[in-house]
């Protein structure tokens, strides 16, 4: 549990981050606590659909150790212990936690998923100390851009056949990018007052699920990837590095648009999750309009499972195969994988499987090589750049060479450490 001899400073800091008392007792999030469709699992944490299994990295608590070989960011090393908090209190107000108070600007944080990471790293306060699985946060989007480092070591996975309190007390962050319904209603034997204490005796949870859609998420807004990443930012009194990148999003963005083809020569992409390396089985999902689709959107696809009675995995847990595909017969077949894989490898693994499969061969999209990985379902702002750059180079290859840049990734550093106000 915690360590009551923690230092008097670490106990003043403590005492000034309490969120105001309305954080899970207020109508925002009572009544959303009935189960519908929850599961011993956190859903969609997953996207094969096997649940919660982690890679060997995560899968039991982390010890916080250096990594020698990671080369990080002065922003990603260094952020927490920039000193530039207010003269006074300050609120944000993010639903469903509603308006949470701080007397000081924290400094440590846990992310419910990918996305949070994201969020937090693209605005310079390195990686969070623990996500719910991280084998399910893919850091490749960093590889390429200056200072950053794929490297996850040290940070722990709370997903330990459940998350536990002690856990939480253990790692004492200052604030919870999780939204406090995902606790509620997802992870076993949790309850409102659970979160309560946590918020009072840790740091509150002020997240937002907002990567896919649930029934207890109906009595309030989901937010998209940047109102998400401005509320990250407002809470690290960060919101110039949020300003700059939702610029640098909008110029990317708008030059993509300007570059699509006509409707009429976009494809239908079918979004599925296979079982295995070598499927028989598949978890579709349809394109909703939640942050996990938004690249999709961006790039102007439609839904090839439109129009069927196939729903998403994540509605119905329910799965199709060969027979269900080939009757839909996407144009183009996007696959969530249960690990990042470079191109060479993913073709090797899935496509030439499938190529030699009497059923799967017979599918528009294998006979003329347009399987694609569609990465992880989470996305912040580095990794739907990395996300949008890469499909636009797999569904319009004729516009989009596979080699070219759509985002500047020097620029996406200096806003990371802080220089995008220089000259």
């Not at 907002?210 to 690290?236: D, I, M, N, R």
Request: proline content about 7%; overall charge negative; hydrophobic content about 35%.
């Amino acid at each position: 549990m915690h360590d009551d001899t923690n230092s008097t400073t670490e106990s003043t800091r403590r005492a000034h981050l309490k969120a105001v008392s309305a954080l899970v007792a207020g109508a925002s999030i009572a009544g959303c606590a009935g189960d519908d469709g929850a599961t011993d699992e956190p859903d969609g944490a997953d996207a094969t659909g096997t649940g919660p299994t982690e890679t060997a990295e995560g899968s039991q608590r982390a010890t916080p150790t250096p990594d020698p070989t990671a080369t990080e960011t002065q922003a990603e090393t260094t952020a927490m212990a920039e000193s530039t908090p207010p003269s006074a209190s300050y609120s944000v107000t993010i639903p469903p936690a509603g308006t949470v108070t701080f007397e000081s600007v924290p400094e440590t944080w846990v992310a419910e998923n990918a996305s949070w990471a994201d969020m937090g790293v693209a605005l310079g306060l390195g990686k969070p100390s623990a996500v719910v699985l991280t084998g399910e946060y893919r850091t490749w989007q960093y590889e390429d851009i200056p200072g950053l480092s794929t490297s996850k070591s040290g940070m722990t996975s709370l997903w330990q056949d459940g998350i536990s309190k002690e856990l939480l007390y253990d790692i004492d962050a200052d604030v919870h990018f999780i939204d406090p319904n995902y606790m509620i209603n997802l992870i076993p034997n949790w309850d409102e007052a659970d979160v309560a204490e946590v918020s009072e005796g840790v740091g509150p949870f002020c997240g937002n699920t907002s990567f896919s859609t649930y029934p207890w998420h109906e009595g309030y807004p989901y937010l998209s990837l940047y109102e998400a990443t401005e509320k990250v930012a407002q809470v690290f009194q960060r919101t110039d590095r949020y300003e700059a990148l939702r610029a640098l999003h909008d110029e990317v963005i708008s030059g993509v648009d300007e570059r699509l083809p006509p409707e009429s020569d976009r494809p239908a992409i079918g979004l599925v999750s296979p079982a295995s390396t070598e499927p028989e089985e598949f978890y579709p999902y349809r394109l909703g309009e939640t942050t996990a689709y938004k690249h999709w959107h961006d790039l102007g696809v439609s839904d090839a499972f439109d129009g069927t009675d196939i729903a998403s995995f994540t509605s119905d847990r329910g799965s199709i195969d060969y027979e269900s595909l080939l009757e839909v017969d996407p144009e183009v077949l996007v696959l969530y994988t249960d690990q990042h894989r470079p191109r060479s490898d993913f073709r090797s693994t899935y496509l030439e499987f499938m190529r030699e499969h009497s059923a799967a061969g017979q599918l528009t999209a294998v006979r003329n090589g347009d399987v694609y990985p569609a990465g992880g379902m989470y996305q912040g702002p580095i990794a739907n750049l990395a996300k949008t750059e890469r499909a636009a180079a797999q569904l319009y290859p004729d516009e989009f060479g596979r080699d070219e840049r759509l985002y500047d990734r020097q620029r996406i550093a200096d806003i990371v450490a802080g220089r995008h106000g220089e000259n």
